[in-house]
Every structure is written in C-alpha cells, then in structure tokens.
C-alpha cells in the first residue's frame, strides 16, 4: 500500500464490559485499561484509534484528554456531535487539546440520531439535522484557521470570535482532520463541501467504489472550495495465523452472537440509518460477499462496524485492503476483540504487508 495511508483502530469507551465480544472483566473502562491500549497502539505501529461517542457513555473529548495525556504518538479521533457541542466551545477546547498535545487531535463529526433530549438538544428531521452539521463544520473550520471571525447562520452565529491558543501549521495540516460519515443523499452533500474524510462502513468494493465516484462529482457539483475529498474505511477485520483458523472463529463469534441475539454489539441500534440499514440488509446477498467480506454478523444486529468483517489470515485480509486502497481509500480504521490482543497481533502481523 502506498505509504500515504493511515491506519487507526478503535477505542469503544463503553460503561459496558464485553463490547463487541471483548474479555468481560472489572475494570475494562479504567483509565489504567484504556492507557494500556492506546499505549500498545503506539508500540505496534498503529496512529491512533477512534474513540466510540453517544449519550449514555462517558464523555468522549474527556476520555481522548486523558489518553493524550498519558501517550506521546496516539492520536486521538475524536467523535463528536453538533448539538452535544456549541461550534465555537468544540473550536476551542480542541485547539487547546491540539496545542498540548502537538498537534495529535483528529475529530469524527457524527450526526446520527442520539438520546438528544436527555443532553438538551433539540431533534429535527433530516434536512434539519444536516444542514446544522454543515453550519457546524464550517464554522469549526472558520475559527481554526481565521481570526476575528463573524458569522449568522441558521443555526450558529458567533462575532468577533478568536480562538486561542491557535493551531498550528505542521506541514499541510491546517488544522485538525474532520472526519465524517453518512450515506444518505443530505449526508453526502455535507461531506462533498465540509468533510477532509469520508468514513464508509465495510460496504463490498463495488458500492464502495460508487460512492467515491458519487461523492467525487458531487464535489464539482456544489463547488467545494477545500482540498479534495479523502476516503476511509472503518471495518472489522478478523486475522488468525491460517486462512482455515480465521474462519472457524468467525464462525464461532457469529454462533455466540446468535446465543446472544447480538447482546454486546448493538451499539448503534438506537436509530437505524441509511448507511446502516444498508450494512445491515447485506446478508440477504449473501453470508460471504467479494472474496472475504462476511455479513453474517448482521443477521444479528451487528452494529456499525461490527456488522461486516474481514476474515482470513494476515495476507488475506492485507489483500483486501489493498483493494479498497486501489478504490482510493487511503484512512483505515479496524479493529477486532479482545481489543488489547488484537491491537497486538494485527499491529506485528498485518500493518507491515500493508506497508510494503
């Protein structure tokens, strides 16, 4: 893979033990847990991880302070919502996060639907919910990179904003990486004007590459005025020492999560999206999509990235990659569990064929 990709993993931050299938133990939400894996991200080769968000678990920006805080390389992707956040309060504590740590922070904003009323927020339709998204990320941008900054939007109006400290120039980052997800029509405008990077769950690599050649002339469409679009993958990727060994396990997560009717994995089930119905309905084509993707987990709820998965040996699954890589993907974030082990195993065992 061209040395231009990334490759983050996940950091679920959930009050709950057992995510996802991860060792149910006391104090798997501990500071002193958590460390240990961010700190084991740094040692085997990962950049960072994605840090889960919702209301419901603990405060994400809190979390992603603390293991900064703690580390010297893990970067931090941190997901955020509009509306949980004021633009002009996010600007600040995240160029003061970005200033302290060295210019480690990256941000994830999420729009999907959230127990909004417990936090205050008020619940539009979808029209609504995106063009509030867009204000937000735009104005985020404004006050990162511009002083003195007024603004009157629909939803957001700031005067004479300047955010201190700073951020800093480091190279071509301007400022702190927007990621973004969503595949509906609404979501796909925000993200061909306001996002750096556009997250796709583990979708086959045909409807992949037909959301980067949508979302490419969607660009062009709308004048986008930022640098070209960048492409993510965030997927679960399921890697033992043989082909034969990557399977039988799968197979025997997918029979527990049956037991279970998908207990531990649903964490995106509140409210069903485009992008996840779709992830979710793509069993019906099969159990085994492209050479590798399997879609059994979501027979059973799966949840986000929990719904598809990429099984086989390390070379299996680094193929795979390569080919979403030639689609244009070049931010990678995976994950397996037990989390700790697998940030382990996959960082000895597969970053360095995706290096090559």
Do not use: C
């Amino acid at each position: 893979m061209s040395s231009n990709s990334e490759f983050l993993w996940y950091i679920p931050n959930d009050v709950k033990a057992g995510h996802r299938g991860d060792s149910v133990v006391e104090d798997h939400n501990s500071l002193e847990t958590l460390t240990n894996q961010a700190k084991a991200l740094e040692e085997h080769g990962w950049k960072g991880a994605l840090i889960g968000t919702g209301w419901g678990r603990p405060d994400t920006f809190t979390l992603a302070a603390s293991l900064a805080a703690r580390t010297t390389t893990f970067e931090p992707l941190i997901a955020v919502r509009p509306g949980y956040w004021r633009p002009a309060h996010f600007a600040s504590a995240a160029a003061t996060l970005d200033h302290l740590t060295g210019g480690r922070v990256r941000v994830n904003i999420v729009s999907g639907k959230d127990n909004l009323a417990a936090y205050g927020d008020s619940e539009g339709d979808q029209s609504h919910r995106y063009d509030r998204t867009r204000e937000f990320m735009r104005l985020v941008r404004r006050l990162w990179t511009e002083e003195n900054v007024t603004y009157v939007g629909e939803h957001f109006r700031v005067t004479g904003a300047t955010v201190v400290p700073r951020i800093q120039l480091r190279g071509e980052r301007r400022h702190p990486v927007l990621y973004f997800g969503g595949a509906s029509e609404a979501a796909e405008r925000v993200a061909a004007t306001e996002a750096d990077v556009q997250l796709f769950w583990g979708e086959p690599l045909e409807g992949v590459r037909e959301r980067i050649e949508r979302l490419r002339a969607l660009s062009k469409e709308l004048d986008r005025d930022l640098p070209p679009l960048k492409f993510g993958l965030r997927i679960t990727t399921l890697v033992r020492d043989t082909t034969e060994q990557a399977w039988a396990d799968a197979e025997a997560k997918v029979a527990e999560m049956a037991k279970g009717k998908g207990a531990g994995w649903n964490d995106h089930q509140r409210a069903v999206a485009v992008g996840q119905q779709q992830l979710l309905d793509l069993h019906a084509r099969g159990d085994v999509l492209d050479d590798n993707l399997y879609t059994a987990p979501g027979k059973f709820g799966g949840g986000g990235a929990g719904t598809t998965w990429l099984v086989g040996s390390a070379a299996d699954v680094a193929r795979s990659l390569s080919k979403y890589r030639d689609l244009g993907v070049t931010h990678f974030v995976l994950s397996d569990t037990p989390y700790l082990s697998e940030i382990k195993r996959q960082g000895d065992q597969l970053l360095p064929l995706l290096r090559d």
